[in-house]
């Protein structure tokens, strides 16, 4: 420290410099190292389950694969969307033969994701409805109130607002007939976001 002028100016040596550096770059590691292990694990035990539920398909009857299936492509829609697509259509294909139409809807609604996930969101779309038509069918409110969620988001994605609210609260609205107890984590959130994008003057 030297003093100049009535001031007292403080200049940092190299070796203070250098155990500065030194001290960040521990916690710079410390901080990777974290990061990699908490990566691996949600990896290795998501292979785990993957690896298990498809150990599970050669000995299941075909109504068994179809939830396996369906439990699989939900596994591996953020992370392998290509493989999620795979198991979804082979959940799709196996409970249409079989007339489960509950099984067809949460097959055809996890297949949306997954094509949204892997980018086509057209597709995506086409599925939901798909989905969405079925569980008109069945009167299933609470698959309902996902599928619209669902859609809210398709239609986000492609900047089709007007749409996207319009799902977003017929979700809202179906799960608080579901759940008077007012649970709707996410569709608020989701209605707000993109009315607020449809102010901002995105086209409809």
């Given amino acids: 420290m030297r003093g100049f002028g009535g001031f007292e100016i403080e200049f940092d040596s190299p070796l203070v410099k250098i155990t500065t550096f030194v001290k960040n770059l521990k916690s710079m590691k410390i ?3 974290s990061f990699i292990v908490a990566f691996c694990q949600m990896v290795f035990g998501q292979s785990d389950e993957t690896d298990s539920l498809i150990n599970l398909l050669p000995n299941a009857t ?8 369906n439990e699989l492509t939900k596994a591996l829609t ?3 969307p290509e493989r999620a697509i795979y198991y979804g259509k082979q959940a799709d294909s196996i409970a249409n ?3 489960l139409k509950e099984g067809r809807t949460e097959a055809l609604n996890n297949l949306g994701t997954a094509f949204s996930e892997f980018g086509n969101n057209q597709k995506a779309i086409e599925l939901h409805l798909q989905a969405l038509q079925i569980a008109e069918e069945l009167n299933d ?6 599928i619209h969620n669902n859609l809210g988001a398709d239609y986000y994605i492609i900047g089709d607002f007007s749409n996207s609210i319009n799902h977003f609260l017929i979700s809202l609205s179906i799960k608080e007939e579901k759940k008077p107890d007012g ?5 608020p959130k989701s209605i707000a976001s993109t009315m607020n994008n449809e ?3 995105f086209d409809l």
């Fill in 141 to 146: 409110r609470e698959i309902l109130a996902f």
């Fill in 97 to 99: 033969i079989l007339g």
């Fill in 31 to 33: 901080f990777i190292l």
């Fill in 183 to 187: 649970e709707t984590v996410g569709t």
């Fill in 199 to 201: 102010q901002c003057g």
């Fill in 62 to 69: 075909e109504a068994e694969k179809v939830k396996i299936c």
């Fill in 78 to 80: 953020y992370s392998d």
